[in-house]
């Protein structure tokens, strides 16, 4: 079984509430959001996480993607109001692979990530998260 090490333990929980998320201007409203993410893995389910934070800049939509600074974007698509993309996440001998989808509205988005842990013994675990944001208001 695979033991994660704090480090891995800390990427997987950032990818999943998405620490700095910016909107994509057509598809999102700048303002307070709260975002809410859960994680599943094999026998193990996290409690939801809700973070408040502000979202000012609504250009770019590469930056609503949950990834850690060890996080590489491989892939981005954003087709009207549904965003898409591919990762790849190293720490050491452990590779993170993995895709996830936002849908974007005006006030609120929802989405999911499937992310593969790949030891550097070869063990391999495998991650689903569920993201949910509401705007709350102005900053």
Do not use: F, H
Not at 6 to 28: E, F, H, I, K, R
Not at 40 to 53: D, H, I, L, S
Not at 123 to 129: A, G, I, L, R, V
């Amino acid at each position: 079984m695979i033991k994660l090490v704090p480090g891995v333990a800390a990427v997987l929980l950032l990818t999943a509430l998405g620490v700095t998320p910016v909107s994509a201007q057509a598809a999102m409203q700048p303002g307070m959001w709260e975002i809410t993410a859960s994680m599943e893995m094999p026998g193990m389910a996290m409690p939801p996480r809700t973070v408040t934070q502000c979202i000012r800049d609504t250009d770019n939509p590469d930056n609503l993607i949950p990834k850690d600074q060890n996080c590489v974007i491989e892939n981005r698509n954003m087709v009207g109001n549904r965003l898409t993309w591919s990762m790849r996440c190293t720490m050491g001998s452990t590779v993170m692979t993995g895709t996830g989808e936002l849908t974007l509205s005006g006030s609120s988005y929802q989405g999911a990530s499937q992310i593969t842990v790949r030891e550097g013994s070869g063990e391999t675990m495998s991650m689903n998260s569920k993201y949910s944001a509401r705007r709350l208001g102005n900053c």
